[in-house]
Protein backbone atom coordinates (compact mmCIF):
# COMPACT_ATOMS: atom_id res chain seq x y z
CA UNK A 1 0.00 0.00 0.00
CA UNK A 2 1.33 3.09 -0.93
CA UNK A 3 2.43 5.64 1.55
CA UNK A 4 0.56 9.28 2.04
CA UNK A 5 3.28 11.22 2.66
CA UNK A 6 7.18 9.54 2.31
CA UNK A 7 9.74 11.19 4.24
CA UNK A 8 13.96 11.45 3.02
CA UNK A 9 16.13 12.33 6.04
CA UNK A 10 15.84 12.15 9.65
CA UNK A 11 17.30 15.31 11.00
CA UNK A 12 15.16 18.50 12.82
CA UNK A 13 13.56 19.08 9.66
CA UNK A 14 12.39 15.55 8.68
CA UNK A 15 11.42 13.79 12.03
CA UNK A 16 9.48 16.97 12.97
CA UNK A 17 7.66 16.57 9.72
CA UNK A 18 7.03 13.41 9.92
CA UNK A 19 5.63 13.21 13.92
CA UNK A 20 3.34 16.77 12.83
CA UNK A 21 2.08 14.06 9.42
CA UNK A 22 1.72 11.04 12.08
CA UNK A 23 -0.52 12.91 14.70
CA UNK A 24 -2.76 14.31 11.66
CA UNK A 25 -3.09 10.38 10.87
CA UNK A 26 -1.91 10.19 7.48
CA UNK A 27 0.48 7.17 6.92
CA UNK A 28 3.90 7.98 6.84
CA UNK A 29 7.24 6.69 6.09
CA UNK A 30 10.88 8.16 7.28
CA UNK A 31 13.91 6.89 5.90
CA UNK A 32 16.81 7.75 7.30
CA UNK A 33 20.62 5.89 6.63
CA UNK A 34 22.52 7.05 9.72
CA UNK A 35 20.91 7.43 13.38
CA UNK A 36 17.32 9.77 13.70
CA UNK A 37 18.13 13.33 14.49
CA UNK A 38 20.58 13.78 11.89
CA UNK A 39 23.51 16.45 11.83
CA UNK A 40 21.75 18.36 14.55
CA UNK A 41 21.20 15.72 17.05
CA UNK A 42 24.37 13.82 16.01
CA UNK A 43 27.30 15.95 15.48
CA UNK A 44 25.95 19.54 15.00
CA UNK A 45 24.17 21.66 18.01
CA UNK A 46 23.38 19.17 20.55
CA UNK A 47 27.26 17.63 20.38
CA UNK A 48 28.64 21.14 20.60
CA UNK A 49 26.37 22.35 23.20
CA UNK A 50 27.18 19.85 25.36
CA UNK A 51 30.81 20.24 25.43
CA UNK A 52 30.37 23.81 25.45
CA UNK A 53 28.61 23.22 28.81
CA UNK A 54 31.74 21.64 29.97
CA UNK A 55 33.97 24.40 28.59
CA UNK A 56 31.89 26.84 30.68
CA UNK A 57 31.88 25.28 33.54
CA UNK A 58 35.84 24.98 33.51
CA UNK A 59 35.90 28.92 32.79
CA UNK A 60 33.48 29.50 35.78
CA UNK A 61 35.92 27.55 38.27
CA UNK A 62 38.79 29.55 36.95
CA UNK A 63 37.14 32.67 38.32
CA UNK A 64 35.53 31.32 41.49
CA UNK A 65 38.35 33.14 43.38
CA UNK A 66 36.27 36.14 42.32
CA UNK A 67 33.66 35.41 43.95
CA UNK A 68 34.99 33.74 47.31
CA UNK A 69 35.68 30.42 46.09
CA UNK A 70 38.53 28.81 46.31
CA UNK A 71 39.37 25.49 44.22
CA UNK A 72 42.40 23.30 43.20
CA UNK A 73 43.57 24.00 39.78
CA UNK A 74 41.19 22.64 37.13
CA UNK A 75 41.96 19.15 35.75
CA UNK A 76 40.28 18.13 32.27
CA UNK A 77 38.83 14.73 31.93
CA UNK A 78 38.37 15.13 28.24
CA UNK A 79 37.20 11.24 27.72
CA UNK A 80 34.61 12.08 30.66
CA UNK A 81 33.51 15.05 28.57
CA UNK A 82 33.08 13.01 25.54
CA UNK A 83 31.13 10.22 27.42
CA UNK A 84 28.75 12.92 29.16
CA UNK A 85 27.76 14.19 25.16
CA UNK A 86 27.47 10.91 23.60
CA UNK A 87 25.10 9.98 26.47
CA UNK A 88 22.81 13.05 26.14
CA UNK A 89 23.03 12.23 21.99
CA UNK A 90 22.12 8.89 22.94
CA UNK A 91 18.90 9.79 25.17
CA UNK A 92 17.49 12.08 22.58
CA UNK A 93 17.79 10.24 19.80
CA UNK A 94 16.43 7.15 21.42
CA UNK A 95 13.23 9.89 22.23
CA UNK A 96 13.43 10.81 18.52
CA UNK A 97 13.11 6.92 17.79
CA UNK A 98 10.07 6.51 20.64
CA UNK A 99 8.26 9.95 18.98
CA UNK A 100 8.19 8.59 15.69
CA UNK A 101 7.11 5.07 16.83
CA UNK A 102 4.15 6.74 18.99
CA UNK A 103 2.92 8.99 16.36
CA UNK A 104 2.75 5.79 13.90
CA UNK A 105 5.87 6.61 11.33
CA UNK A 106 7.15 3.61 10.00
CA UNK A 107 10.93 4.23 9.64
CA UNK A 108 13.31 2.45 7.59
CA UNK A 109 16.87 2.46 8.35
CA UNK A 110 18.79 2.55 4.51
CA UNK A 111 19.76 4.71 1.48
CA UNK A 112 17.14 6.29 -0.05
CA UNK A 113 17.13 7.13 -4.03
CA UNK A 114 14.46 8.73 -5.89
CA UNK A 115 13.46 6.22 -8.95
CA UNK A 116 10.52 8.17 -10.18
CA UNK A 117 8.42 11.36 -8.46
CA UNK A 118 6.39 8.79 -6.20
CA UNK A 119 8.64 5.82 -6.22
CA UNK A 120 11.82 5.37 -3.91
CA UNK A 121 14.04 2.98 -3.75
CA UNK A 122 15.88 2.09 -0.22
CA UNK A 123 19.65 0.08 -0.23
CA UNK A 124 20.19 -1.25 3.37
CA UNK A 125 23.77 -1.64 4.57
CA UNK A 126 23.59 -5.41 3.72
CA UNK A 127 22.93 -4.61 0.02
CA UNK A 128 19.58 -5.30 -0.23
CA UNK A 129 17.02 -3.29 -2.20
CA UNK A 130 13.57 -2.52 -1.51
CA UNK A 131 10.76 0.13 -3.34
CA UNK A 132 8.40 2.21 -1.72
CA UNK A 133 5.75 4.08 -3.28
CA UNK A 134 4.19 7.43 -2.04
CA UNK A 135 1.86 10.01 -3.28
CA UNK A 136 3.82 13.14 -1.70
CA UNK A 137 7.37 13.16 -0.66
CA UNK A 138 9.51 15.30 1.52
CA UNK A 139 13.00 16.15 1.18
CA UNK A 140 14.76 16.31 4.13
CA UNK A 141 18.52 14.93 3.34
CA UNK A 142 20.41 18.09 5.33
CA UNK A 143 23.97 19.18 3.92
CA UNK A 144 27.78 18.19 4.77
CA UNK A 145 31.19 19.95 5.68
CA UNK A 146 32.51 21.69 2.19
CA UNK A 147 36.15 19.97 1.82
CA UNK A 148 37.92 23.51 0.03
CA UNK A 149 40.14 21.77 -2.23
CA UNK A 150 43.45 22.58 -1.69
CA UNK A 151 46.88 21.28 -1.81
CA UNK A 152 47.02 18.61 1.74
CA UNK A 153 43.06 19.00 2.52
CA UNK A 154 43.08 14.89 2.92
CA UNK A 155 46.19 14.85 4.95
CA UNK A 156 45.86 12.75 8.13
CA UNK A 157 44.99 15.21 11.10
CA UNK A 158 43.00 17.57 8.47
CA UNK A 159 39.37 17.49 10.60
CA UNK A 160 35.62 18.36 9.41
CA UNK A 161 33.46 19.45 12.50
CA UNK A 162 32.03 15.68 12.58
CA UNK A 163 35.73 14.56 13.87
CA UNK A 164 36.28 17.60 16.04
CA UNK A 165 33.79 16.46 18.17
CA UNK A 166 34.61 13.27 19.18
CA UNK A 167 38.85 13.74 19.21
CA UNK A 168 39.87 11.19 21.19
CA UNK A 169 42.49 13.04 23.06
CA UNK A 170 42.90 17.15 23.14
CA UNK A 171 45.36 18.44 20.88
CA UNK A 172 47.75 21.21 21.84
CA UNK A 173 47.72 23.44 18.81
CA UNK A 174 44.55 23.71 16.03
CA UNK A 175 44.45 25.88 13.64
CA UNK A 176 40.65 26.58 11.90
CA UNK A 177 39.76 27.43 8.44
CA UNK A 178 36.46 29.76 8.47
CA UNK A 179 35.53 32.41 10.98
CA UNK A 180 31.97 31.92 10.76
CA UNK A 181 29.61 30.17 13.25
CA UNK A 182 31.17 26.41 13.34
CA UNK A 183 34.52 27.75 13.83
CA UNK A 184 33.94 30.16 16.07
CA UNK A 185 32.31 27.85 18.54
CA UNK A 186 34.69 25.21 18.09
CA UNK A 187 37.51 27.63 18.67
CA UNK A 188 35.76 28.94 21.71
CA UNK A 189 35.07 24.83 23.46
CA UNK A 190 39.11 24.05 22.23
CA UNK A 191 40.54 27.61 23.44
CA UNK A 192 38.93 27.43 27.05
CA UNK A 193 40.25 23.59 26.98
CA UNK A 194 43.70 24.76 26.65
CA UNK A 195 44.30 24.14 22.64
CA UNK A 196 46.52 27.02 21.08
CA UNK A 197 44.03 28.27 18.40
CA UNK A 198 44.49 30.32 15.24
CA UNK A 199 41.21 30.92 13.33
CA UNK A 200 42.07 32.11 9.37
CA UNK A 201 39.08 33.97 7.56
CA UNK A 202 39.00 34.90 3.86
CA UNK A 203 36.51 38.18 4.86
CA UNK A 204 37.25 41.31 6.56
CA UNK A 205 35.40 40.21 9.45
CA UNK A 206 34.50 36.75 11.62
CA UNK A 207 30.58 36.12 11.55
CA UNK A 208 29.34 36.72 8.26
CA UNK A 209 25.69 37.93 8.15
CA UNK A 210 26.30 39.53 11.91
CA UNK A 211 25.69 43.04 12.60
CA UNK A 212 29.03 44.93 12.47
CA UNK A 213 29.31 45.94 16.11
CA UNK A 214 28.20 42.48 17.29
CA UNK A 215 31.11 41.34 14.88
CA UNK A 216 33.57 43.61 15.87
CA UNK A 217 33.17 43.53 19.68
CA UNK A 218 32.86 39.76 19.98
CA UNK A 219 36.28 39.67 17.68
CA UNK A 220 37.96 41.66 20.81
CA UNK A 221 36.57 39.26 23.81
CA UNK A 222 37.64 35.76 21.57
CA UNK A 223 41.36 37.55 21.18
CA UNK A 224 41.55 38.62 24.90
CA UNK A 225 40.32 34.46 25.93
CA UNK A 226 43.86 33.87 23.43
CA UNK A 227 42.32 32.71 20.67
CA UNK A 228 44.89 34.25 17.35
CA UNK A 229 42.18 35.40 14.49
CA UNK A 230 43.39 36.32 10.79
CA UNK A 231 40.89 38.18 8.87
CA UNK A 232 41.52 38.99 4.94
CA UNK A 233 43.13 36.31 5.23
CA UNK A 234 42.93 32.96 2.76
CA UNK A 235 44.29 29.99 2.95
CA UNK A 236 46.58 28.33 0.44
CA UNK A 237 47.94 25.06 1.33
CA UNK A 238 48.97 22.89 4.09
CA UNK A 239 51.96 20.17 4.03
CA UNK A 240 52.80 17.47 7.06
CA UNK A 241 56.17 17.38 8.78
CA UNK A 242 56.82 14.49 10.37
CA UNK A 243 53.94 14.85 12.86
CA UNK A 244 52.58 18.40 12.52
CA UNK A 245 51.20 20.18 9.99
CA UNK A 246 51.71 23.54 8.57
CA UNK A 247 49.49 25.64 6.71
CA UNK A 248 49.90 28.16 4.40
CA UNK A 249 47.95 31.42 4.29
CA UNK A 250 47.50 34.77 2.49
CA UNK A 251 47.13 37.66 4.77
CA UNK A 252 47.51 41.62 4.04
CA UNK A 253 51.06 41.34 5.38
CA UNK A 254 51.92 39.00 2.98
CA UNK A 255 52.33 35.05 3.20
CA UNK A 256 51.98 33.66 6.38
CA UNK A 257 52.82 29.85 7.92
CA UNK A 258 51.46 28.51 11.07
CA UNK A 259 52.16 24.76 12.53
CA UNK A 260 49.60 23.33 14.38
CA UNK A 261 48.40 19.06 15.68
CA UNK A 262 45.43 19.58 13.67
CA UNK A 263 43.60 21.79 11.07
CA UNK A 264 39.96 22.16 10.70
CA UNK A 265 37.93 22.85 8.12
CA UNK A 266 34.65 25.32 9.08
CA UNK A 267 34.56 26.80 5.22
CA UNK A 268 30.62 26.48 5.02
CA UNK A 269 28.50 23.46 3.95
CA UNK A 270 26.69 22.30 1.20
CA UNK A 271 23.12 20.39 0.36
CA UNK A 272 23.18 16.53 0.29
CA UNK A 273 21.22 16.27 -3.17
CA UNK A 274 22.41 12.98 -4.41
CA UNK A 275 19.24 11.08 -3.43
CA UNK A 276 17.38 12.96 -5.91
CA UNK A 277 20.26 13.38 -8.56
CA UNK A 278 18.59 11.06 -11.55
CA UNK A 279 15.14 13.29 -11.18
CA UNK A 280 14.35 16.41 -13.24
CA UNK A 281 14.54 18.39 -10.10
CA UNK A 282 15.55 21.92 -10.20
CA UNK A 283 18.54 22.45 -7.76
CA UNK A 284 21.06 24.93 -7.52
CA UNK A 285 24.41 25.40 -5.92
CA UNK A 286 22.99 26.51 -2.85
CA UNK A 287 20.37 24.04 -2.70
CA UNK A 288 17.20 22.72 -3.77
CA UNK A 289 14.93 25.34 -5.49
CA UNK A 290 11.43 25.67 -3.36
CA UNK A 291 8.24 28.02 -3.46
CA UNK A 292 6.78 29.74 -0.71
CA UNK A 293 4.95 26.81 0.42
CA UNK A 294 8.19 24.49 0.19
CA UNK A 295 7.28 22.79 -2.98
CA UNK A 296 9.58 22.02 -5.70
CA UNK A 297 9.36 22.09 -9.88
CA UNK A 298 7.46 18.58 -9.26
CA UNK A 299 4.25 18.63 -8.13
CA UNK A 300 3.91 16.73 -5.32
CA UNK A 301 7.78 16.97 -4.33
CA UNK A 302 8.65 19.27 -1.04
CA UNK A 303 12.15 20.45 0.12
CA UNK A 304 13.06 21.63 3.94
CA UNK A 305 16.01 22.16 5.95
CA UNK A 306 19.59 22.66 4.97
CA UNK A 307 19.38 20.92 1.45
CA UNK A 308 17.06 23.81 0.31
CA UNK A 309 20.08 26.43 1.34
CA UNK A 310 17.74 28.52 2.78
CA UNK A 311 19.42 28.69 6.17
CA UNK A 312 21.25 26.04 7.58
CA UNK A 313 19.97 26.41 10.86
CA UNK A 314 17.94 23.50 12.77
CA UNK A 315 14.94 25.39 13.80
CA UNK A 316 14.09 26.63 10.51
CA UNK A 317 14.77 23.05 8.76
CA UNK A 318 11.67 22.37 11.84
CA UNK A 319 9.45 24.99 11.13
CA UNK A 320 9.73 24.12 7.44
CA UNK A 321 9.36 20.66 8.37
CA UNK A 322 5.31 21.59 9.76
CA UNK A 323 5.08 23.84 6.88
CA UNK A 324 5.33 21.26 4.28
CA UNK A 325 3.48 18.35 6.35
CA UNK A 326 0.79 20.68 6.24
CA UNK A 327 0.90 21.52 2.52
CA UNK A 328 1.39 18.15 1.82
CA UNK A 329 -1.50 17.34 3.59
CA UNK A 330 -3.83 20.12 1.77
CA UNK A 331 -3.20 22.87 3.18
CA UNK A 332 -1.77 26.42 1.89
CA UNK A 333 0.67 27.51 4.46
CA UNK A 334 3.53 30.02 3.69
CA UNK A 335 6.98 30.20 5.16
CA UNK A 336 7.79 33.27 6.74
CA UNK A 337 11.60 34.14 6.89
CA UNK A 338 11.07 37.95 8.65
CA UNK A 339 11.99 36.03 12.31
CA UNK A 340 14.90 33.87 12.91
CA UNK A 341 16.97 33.96 15.34
CA UNK A 342 20.49 33.26 15.10
CA UNK A 343 22.46 31.84 18.41
CA UNK A 344 26.30 31.39 18.78
CA UNK A 345 27.08 29.79 21.88
CA UNK A 346 30.61 31.31 23.23
CA UNK A 347 31.11 33.12 26.39
CA UNK A 348 29.58 35.69 26.13
CA UNK A 349 26.64 34.21 24.04
CA UNK A 350 25.43 36.17 20.95
CA UNK A 351 22.11 36.45 19.79
CA UNK A 352 20.83 38.25 16.74
CA UNK A 353 16.84 38.49 15.41
CA UNK A 354 15.60 40.31 12.44
CA UNK A 355 17.39 43.22 10.36
CA UNK A 356 21.32 44.22 11.21
CA UNK A 357 21.68 47.81 11.40
CA UNK A 358 23.74 47.72 7.49
CA UNK A 359 20.27 45.83 6.40
CA UNK A 360 17.92 48.18 8.33
CA UNK A 361 19.92 51.43 6.82
CA UNK A 362 20.04 50.25 3.30
CA UNK A 363 16.08 49.02 3.64
CA UNK A 364 15.02 52.36 5.64
CA UNK A 365 17.17 54.52 3.67
CA UNK A 366 18.54 55.99 7.01
CA UNK A 367 15.64 56.11 8.39
CA UNK A 368 16.05 53.89 11.55
CA UNK A 369 16.56 54.65 15.60
CA UNK A 370 19.13 52.37 17.56
CA UNK A 371 19.13 51.61 21.15
CA UNK A 372 21.80 50.13 23.29
CA UNK A 373 22.49 48.87 26.88
CA UNK A 374 25.48 47.85 28.13
CA UNK A 375 25.59 44.97 30.95
CA UNK A 376 28.26 46.39 32.94
CA UNK A 377 25.07 48.39 33.62
CA UNK A 378 22.66 45.89 34.76
CA UNK A 379 22.75 44.55 38.40
CA UNK A 380 21.60 40.41 37.65
CA UNK A 381 24.38 40.85 35.47
CA UNK A 382 27.08 42.36 37.64
CA UNK A 383 25.71 39.58 40.30
CA UNK A 384 26.69 36.94 37.72
CA UNK A 385 30.35 38.61 37.15
CA UNK A 386 29.18 39.36 33.54
CA UNK A 387 30.17 42.95 32.17
CA UNK A 388 30.90 42.57 28.79
CA UNK A 389 28.21 42.72 25.99
CA UNK A 390 25.12 45.01 25.24
CA UNK A 391 21.79 44.99 23.68
CA UNK A 392 21.27 46.74 20.94
CA UNK A 393 17.77 47.73 19.10
CA UNK A 394 16.89 48.86 15.81
CA UNK A 395 13.86 50.32 14.73
CA UNK A 396 12.05 52.34 11.86
CA UNK A 397 12.08 56.06 12.96
CA UNK A 398 8.33 56.97 11.91
CA UNK A 399 6.16 54.02 13.95
CA UNK A 400 9.47 52.48 16.10
CA UNK A 401 8.42 49.15 15.37
CA UNK A 402 11.46 46.91 15.97
CA UNK A 403 13.44 45.52 13.37
CA UNK A 404 15.98 44.20 14.28
CA UNK A 405 17.47 42.99 17.80
CA UNK A 406 21.45 42.29 18.60
CA UNK A 407 22.51 40.68 21.94
CA UNK A 408 26.00 39.88 23.37
CA UNK A 409 26.22 39.21 26.89
CA UNK A 410 24.77 36.28 28.80
CA UNK A 411 22.01 33.96 28.51
CA UNK A 412 21.82 35.77 25.29
CA UNK A 413 20.39 33.10 23.21
CA UNK A 414 17.24 32.93 25.74
CA UNK A 415 16.84 36.39 25.58
CA UNK A 416 16.19 35.85 21.73
CA UNK A 417 12.81 34.64 22.53
CA UNK A 418 11.56 37.98 23.40
CA UNK A 419 13.11 39.87 20.81
CA UNK A 420 11.58 36.89 18.19
CA UNK A 421 7.94 37.34 19.39
CA UNK A 422 7.81 41.55 19.33
CA UNK A 423 8.97 41.30 15.98
CA UNK A 424 6.59 38.61 14.74
CA UNK A 425 3.98 40.89 16.69
CA UNK A 426 5.18 44.40 15.21
CA UNK A 427 5.73 45.76 18.52
CA UNK A 428 6.79 49.07 18.77
CA UNK A 429 9.85 50.43 21.30
CA UNK A 430 7.26 52.14 23.88
CA UNK A 431 5.53 48.29 23.61
CA UNK A 432 8.84 46.90 24.98
CA UNK A 433 9.82 49.29 27.74
CA UNK A 434 6.25 49.85 28.54
CA UNK A 435 6.59 46.09 29.37
CA UNK A 436 7.05 45.67 33.19
CA UNK A 437 10.54 43.42 32.92
CA UNK A 438 11.11 41.52 36.35
CA UNK A 439 14.02 42.64 38.14
CA UNK A 440 16.79 41.54 38.81
CA UNK A 441 17.00 39.87 35.24
CA UNK A 442 18.93 40.09 32.26
CA UNK A 443 16.17 40.57 30.21
CA UNK A 444 15.95 44.03 31.81
CA UNK A 445 18.78 45.04 29.45
CA UNK A 446 16.10 44.47 25.99
CA UNK A 447 13.26 47.20 27.93
CA UNK A 448 16.41 49.31 29.16
CA UNK A 449 17.44 49.54 25.37
CA UNK A 450 14.34 50.09 24.12
CA UNK A 451 13.96 52.95 26.53
CA UNK A 452 17.70 54.27 25.21
CA UNK A 453 16.00 53.92 21.63
CA UNK A 454 13.33 56.37 22.68
CA UNK A 455 15.80 58.79 24.06
CA UNK A 456 14.80 57.98 27.53
CA UNK A 457 17.75 56.23 29.09
CA UNK A 458 17.01 55.07 32.45
CA UNK A 459 19.85 53.36 33.80
CA UNK A 460 22.49 54.55 31.61
CA UNK A 461 24.52 57.92 31.80
P1 LIG B 1 29.60 29.77 7.52
O1 LIG B 1 29.19 30.02 6.14
O2 LIG B 1 28.86 30.39 8.65
O3 LIG B 1 31.13 30.21 7.69
C1 LIG B 1 32.20 29.74 6.90
C2 LIG B 1 33.30 30.77 6.87
O4 LIG B 1 34.44 30.23 6.20
C3 LIG B 1 32.90 32.02 6.10
O5 LIG B 1 33.09 33.14 6.95
C4 LIG B 1 33.85 32.03 4.90
O6 LIG B 1 34.22 33.33 4.51
C5 LIG B 1 35.06 31.26 5.44
N1 LIG B 1 35.89 30.65 4.40
C6 LIG B 1 35.48 29.98 3.31
N2 LIG B 1 36.55 29.56 2.58
C7 LIG B 1 37.67 29.98 3.25
C8 LIG B 1 39.09 29.87 3.00
N3 LIG B 1 39.59 29.25 1.93
N4 LIG B 1 39.94 30.42 3.91
C9 LIG B 1 39.46 31.07 4.99
N5 LIG B 1 38.13 31.21 5.26
C10 LIG B 1 37.25 30.66 4.40
O7 LIG B 1 29.68 28.18 7.67
P2 LIG B 1 29.94 27.23 8.93
O8 LIG B 1 30.55 27.95 10.06
O9 LIG B 1 30.69 26.08 8.36
O10 LIG B 1 28.48 26.79 9.35
C11 LIG B 1 27.62 26.10 8.43
C12 LIG B 1 26.18 26.34 8.77
O11 LIG B 1 25.82 25.73 9.99
C13 LIG B 1 25.85 27.82 8.88
O12 LIG B 1 24.73 28.12 8.09
C14 LIG B 1 25.55 28.02 10.33
O13 LIG B 1 24.57 29.01 10.54
C15 LIG B 1 25.10 26.64 10.81
N6 LIG B 1 25.48 26.47 12.21
C16 LIG B 1 24.70 27.05 13.16
C17 LIG B 1 25.05 26.97 14.49
C18 LIG B 1 24.22 27.65 15.51
O14 LIG B 1 23.10 28.02 15.21
N7 LIG B 1 24.70 27.89 16.72
C19 LIG B 1 26.25 26.26 14.94
C20 LIG B 1 26.99 25.73 13.86
C21 LIG B 1 26.59 25.83 12.55
Redesign the pocket.
Known amino acids: MPYDIAIIGGGPGGYVAAIYAGKKKAKVCLIERDELGGTCLNR??IP?KALIHSANIVSEIKQAKRFGIITRDVQIDWNTIQKNKETIVKTLTKGVENLLKANGVKTYKGTAKLLDKNTIEITYQTGQKETITAQKIILATG?S??I?P?PGYDLPGVIT?DEALSLEELPESMLI?????????LGYIYNTMGVDITI????PQ????QDEEIQKELRKILERQGIKIYTS???KAIEKTEDKLITT?ETQEGVKQITTDRVLM????KPNTEAVKDLNLDIQKTGITVDEYLRTNIQNIYAIG?VTGK????HVASHQGITAAKNALGQNKKMDYKVIP????TSPEVASVGLTEEEARQKYKDNIKIGRFPFIASGKALTLGERQGFVKIISDSKYNEILGVHILGPNATELAAEAALAIKLECTAEELADTIHAHPTLSEAVMEASFDLLGEPIHKM
Do not use: H, Q, W
Open positions: GCTSTVIISIGGGVIGIEVEMLILPRSKVFAAGRDSMLAGCIY
